[in-house]
Every structure is written in structure tokens, then in C-alpha cells.
């Protein structure tokens, strides 16, 4: 049992100092409740996705 919590132990160690060496960007402090700001090409594309689905003609099962 104590070997199952050494090797816990030492893979959370190696994890933390991998994501704190190469830059991994982890924000431990919960969840947050403000706006956030997109670019605009993201607002542009899920428009332009919108309005395709919204364009495209119904199917109809009858047209088989």
C-alpha cells in the first residue's frame, strides 16, 4: 500500500514540474465569472456557420 503511495506522490511531483517548467498555464484559482473577450474572427466564423445551417434548404425523407 505504501508503494502505490510513493508512486502517486512521485508522478505528481514530475507532473507539476513538467507543467511549471515548459510553461504549462494553470490557473488553480477556481472558476471564474467574468466576460471574456474573444477575437473576432471567432465571433465572425460561428456566424458564418449560423448562417449557412440556416440557409441550407430542409431535407425531406420524401425526396429518396
Do not use: Q, R, T, Y
Not at 498555464?25 to 456557420?49: I, L, R, Y
Not at 449560423?50 to 425523407?61: D, E, G
Request: glycine content about 12%; aromatic content about 8%.
Amino acid at each position: 500500500m505504501w508503494k502505490l503511495l510513493v508512486g502517486f506522490i512521485v508522478f505528481a511531483v514530475i507532473a507539476l514540474f513538467v507543467l511549471k517548467k515548459f510553461g504549462g498555464n494553470v490557473d488553480m484559482g477556481g472558476e471564474k465569472h467574468g466576460v471574456e473577450v474573444g477575437s473576432p474572427a471567432e465571433g465572425a466564423a460561428s456566424a458564418a456557420a449560423s448562417a449557412a445551417l440556416s440557409a441550407a434548404p430542409p431535407a425531406s425523407a420524401a425526396s429518396n
